[in-house]
T-cell receptor
Framework: DAGVTQSPTHLIKTRGQQVTLRCSPK?????VSWYQQALGQGPQFIFQ???????QRGNFPDRFSGHQFPNYSSELNVNALLLGDSALYLC???????????????FGPGTRLTVT | KQEVTQIPAALSVPEGENLVLNCSFT??????LQWFRQDPGKGLTSLLL?????REQTSGRLNASLDKSSGRSTLYIAASQPGDSATYLC??????????FGSGTQLTVLP
């Protein structure tokens, strides 16, 4: 049973560029959440997708956007990259995240983004 | 706004010692609390999930307790091993449905 997968593993971009990160949820899961983890910090919630809609959003600017596909996989897009966007981006999946708040979240290995 | 604090920020112990990691949160209206392990540069591995109606959960050498009314949780690791060396993160899921994390406790178990 495949867990949560993310691609790419590492990415180096230049300030002002745009980036797309991808996530496939654990088999049977329908809800995907994205988190940003700066070095030495705990992960910060970016947004959550369920039924192809953004259901909840953390304190992140509109430069961060996302999408969920019919097969439940998801993309995170970041426009106009800043040096401060350098971080580990984590994807988490769960069941019915919007309604099933008691369900356990499973995390992927993350994508390390470096902005130079 | 939910805030999660983990103490200590770093801990170094000799192999075989029993240890306790602490987590506190400001809003007791939570659905559940999860403890995670994170190895350097890696993703998060879920260790234990405690629902708001539960007092504790156990998995092998790990035991996590939850006192929702006081906003506290502890992770107890018995007979620590060098392989337990990692950062341990506590996260709560509240009415906002998202996970709010602490900054973690970096654990080093010395052989």
């Amino acid at each position: 049973d495949a867990g949560v997968t993310q691609s790419p593993t590492h990415l180096i971009k230049t300030r002002g560029q745009q980036v797309t990160l991808r996530c496939s949820p654990k088999s049977g899961h329908d809800t995907v959440s994205w988190y940003q983890q700066a070095l030495g910090q705990g992960p910060q919630f970016i947004f959550q997708y369920y039924e192809e809609e953004e259901r909840q959003r953390g304190n992140f600017p509109d430069r961060f956007s996302g999408h969920q596909f019919p097969n439940y996989s998801s993309e995170l897009n970041v426009n106009a990259l800043l040096l401060g966007d350098s971080a580990l981006y984590l994807c988490a999946s769960s069941l019915a995240g919007w309604r099933g708040a008691s369900y356990e979240q499973y995390f992927g290995p993350g994508t390390r983004l470096t902005v130079t | 706004k939910q805030e999660v604090t983990q103490i200590p920020a770093a801990l170094s112990v000799p192999e075989g010692e029993n240890l306790v990691l602490n987590c506190s949160f400001t809003d007791s209206a939570i659905y559940n609390l999860q403890w995670f392990r994170q190895d350097p540069g890696k993703g998060l591995t879920s260790l234990l999930l405690i629902q708001s109606s539960q007092r504790e959960q156990t998995s092998g050498r790990l035991n996590a307790s939850l006192d929702k009314s006081s906003g506290r949780s502890t992770l107890y690791i018995a007979a620590s091993q060098p392989g337990d060396s990692a950062t341990y993160l506590c996260a709560v899921r509240g009415s906002a449905r998202q996970l709010t994390f602490g900054s973690g406790t970096q654990l080093t178990v010395l052989p």
